[in-house]
């Protein structure tokens, strides 16, 4: 007996001991704290001329431990590919890997005494020119700590670093750069080709009169304009919003073309508020008879109120 509650004392001894070991409050974790966000918006011309572009060198955060480090403690980083794979499947997403991004350091590390490292995680892109290849696309780049010279790898140990690189067809603009199109053979219609004919309105040449008001109440508005034949020139698209005050424009513009009302092409969707008049500055000049132009105003239910639309041709 005396044998038997000797081992059961050394079990529990070694039980204690084991949890212990696992008990959170004792273990000192190393972790990453993810930043808020860490998207960035990289967009280009058709031209493959750039329009913005995040910085090359971006700082985000520096390794933590839960408790004072004991030693110093050196940990290794790395940019994992194979975590692409796993986020997309997880998220339903379709991003790719960004290969041009690398760490400016591999390891960081947390002093003794200290509860963060004395540097922080920085990356490099190398070059840009991967993201113009593959057109419009999202990217992310996974970041992980592969390993701890003391204390134990939290399971926050990684974060993902994502570029939204997107071609853009425009940019918004205050004023016309090509020919003001003569508008009497064109039909202006409310959600449809076809709905409520509106183009005296948005044609008589004062930003006065308009077409939405307090007749019109959502978060979004569709406009068909129909040029009455195809022009294969077009360089402007705008829309002057009621008496030019920006306050009643909407917040996002989205604007489409198309030469046979079928088959649209999505010119981009841009900040317009509070722009007025916003006008898109096409890179390249667009064949088209038809135009869609549909606003966004999530923050009021009380409608765009629009006084002009013109059309611009290349001279």
Known sequence: MIGLAAVA??????????????????TNFVYLKAPLSSTYRATFSTGGVWKSKPDSVMSFMQIRCTKPAPQDIEVSLEIDESMVETYNTANGTDFKFLSSLELLKDNLVIRKGEYLSADTLKVRITEYDSMLAGGTQKYVVPVRMTS?????????????????????????????????MDRSGWKIYKDQIGGKDITSTLTDGSVYSDVYGSEYRGHEIVLYVDLGQVYDNITNIGV???????????????????????????????????????????????????????????????????GEINVATAE
């Open 9 to 26: 004392l050394l079990a529990s001894c070694a039980d204690k001991k084991e949890n212990v070991e696992l008990d959170p409050y004792a």
């Open 148 to 180: 701890a010279s003391a204390g134990v790898l939290s399971e926050s140990n990684s974060f993902y670093i994502f570029y939204d690189a997107a071609m853009m067809f425009a940019e918004i603009v205050t004023s016309y750069t090509g020919v003001k």
């Open 240 to 306: 002057e919003a009621y008496g030019n005050y920006g306050q009643y424009s909407a917040t996002n513009t989205k604007v489409e073309v198309s030469v046979d009302n079928v088959e649209y092409k999505d010119l981009g969707t841009y900040y317009t508020y509070p722009i007025s008049p916003a006008i898109l500055d096409l890179f390249e000049p667009q064949t088209a008879r038809y135009i869609r132009i549909t606003g966004y105003d999530p923050q009021s239910s009380y409608g765009w109120d629009i």
